[in-house]
């Protein structure tokens, strides 16, 4: 079945590293893919998403591109900050609406 | 706006009894998903509503699961005789039918611990 798997952490920066966090999923047909971030005490946030092969999605300085020759889609940031800290999810939909399939999610601690 | 809210944010009980929890979507949204996570699973989906149509219910774990959605908004989420292992955070999230609507935007959750 569909599936995605990320890099297990956690991921320990400090300030002003760069971030790479993998992704790779598995899925029939054309998926869309999403980065989910969750800062302590609070729900899940979309982060960035892209919908087709080679969009690059970004958003506050994250991006990541869909690669389907590898079936991944790889969070990056070039400079973090101590405010990244929190847990960072992957995530595919294969239609239009039906339920995400979540990675484990990777723990982002940056030190300053 | 207003985000999804759910309610109550957290929930304990003891083993064997019955629990509701409450999702409220975004105004206009159609789609209403739950998930549940959990430190040993990650995020599963449980069952997913669109407008009129049929749920899915293809993620529930057990019949002890159940969820409804009325007048094609508020949904309520009943677990059955609950166990230990049902302690989770439950997630509910809503989107939009439309070129958008695979974003979907989590509420706070709500954090149940079984006794």
């Known amino acids: 079945g569909d599936s995605v798997t990320q890099m297990e952490g956690p991921v320990t920066l400090s300030e002003e590293a760069f971030l790479t966090i993998n992704c790779t999923y598995t899925a029939t047909g054309y998926p869309s893919l999403f980065w989910y971030v969750q800062y302590p005490g609070e729900g899940l946030q979309l982060l960035l998403k892209a919908t087709k092969a080679d969009d690059k999605g970004s958003n506050k300085g994250f991006e990541a591109t869909y690669r389907k020759e590898t079936t991944s889609f790889h969070l990056e940031k070039g400079s973090v900050q101590v405010s990244d800290s929190a847990v960072y999810f992957c995530?595919?939909?294969?239609?239009?609406?039906?339920?995400?399939?979540f990675g484990k999610g990777t723990t982002l601690s940056v030190s300053s | 706006g207003a985000g999804v809210s759910q309610s109550p944010s957290n929930k304990v009980t003891e083993k064997g009894k019955d629990v509701e929890l409450r999702c409220d979507p975004i105004s206009g949204h159609t789609a209403l998903y739950w998930y549940r996570q959990s430190l040993g699973q990650g995020l599963e989906f449980l069952i997913y509503?669109?407008?009129?149509?049929?749920?899915?219910k293809s993620g529930l774990p057990s019949d002890r699961f159940s969820a409804e959605r009325t007048g094609g908004s508020v949904s309520t989420l009943t677990i059955q005789r609950t166990q230990q292992e049902d302690s989770a955070v439950y997630l509910c999230?809503?989107?939009?039918?439309?070129?958008?609507?695979?974003?979907?935007?989590f509420g706070p959750g709500t954090r149940l611990l079984v006794l």
């Open positions: 509503f669109q407008g009129n149509s049929a749920p899915d």
């Open positions: 999230a809503s989107s939009l039918f439309g070129s958008d609507q695979e974003t979907q935007y």
């Open positions: 995530a595919l939909s294969t239609s239009g609406g039906t339920a995400l399939i």
